[in-house]
């Protein structure tokens, strides 16, 4: 399980858009959570009356996990182009945070979308589509939406930019897991 301190940090890390008193010790946080310290893919996930509102994050990870929860927090809050940016009104007790992070993409081999539609794990497996300008990746947790095998990669299909029949052109497919942490807005202290 998730340790809580990466749901206060990306709080925190949002209340100081709105506040600059609000402040990360980034070095005292690494020296007592180490685990920060190391390179790691997060996202994070505000829904607002259990509406996505906002959801930005890393695939790959590219710096350390408390610099890619900083800023993907911001990011989800402030740069989400589905949403506007969030506003100090908006946050009370129907606002809930999450973190999640994503272990390394694997590669999932496959002859023909049967094979691969076999070695999908629903409610396990987030997956990555990647064919020449389209990307796209759905989290786990989207299979709560999406229950299906056909009905995930249909959708994210749509979310890379393309349709079902990029299927037919064999793109790669990977998979990745995550642990994740969720609490309402008002159940995290700040730091």
Not at 133 to 153: A, K
Request: proline share 8%; net charge negative.
């Amino acid at each position: 399980m998730l340790d809580p301190i990466l749901l206060r940090i990306a709080k925190t890390a949002i209340l100081q858009k709105f506040d600059p008193s609000y402040r990360i010790d980034k070095e005292a946080l690494t020296k007592q959570y180490p685990f920060l310290a190391k390179k790691g893919a997060a996202f994070v996930t505000l829904n607002k009356n259990k509406n996505l509102r906002g959801c930005i994050g890393s695939i790959i990870a590219h710096q350390p996990l408390i610099d890619d929860i900083i800023h993907n927090a911001q990011a989800a809050a402030f740069s989400d182009p589905r949403f506007n940016p969030l506003r100090p009104e908006e946050i009370d007790d129907t606002l809930t945070l999450e973190v999640s992070v994503l272990s390394e993409p694997e590669k999932i081999e496959y002859s023909d979308f049967e094979d691969l539609k076999s070695k999908i794990v629903p409610h396990k497996d987030g997956l990555i589509l990647k064919y020449g300008q389209y990307q796209g990746t759905f989290l786990p947790q989207v299979w709560e939406q999406l229950p299906t095998v056909d009905q995930f990669l249909e959708h994210l299909s749509y979310k890379a930019g393309a349709n079902p029949t990029i299927y037919s052109l064999h793109p790669e497919i990977y998979r990745y897991r995550v642990e994740h942490i969720e609490e309402p807005w008002n159940a995290i202290l700040p730091l």
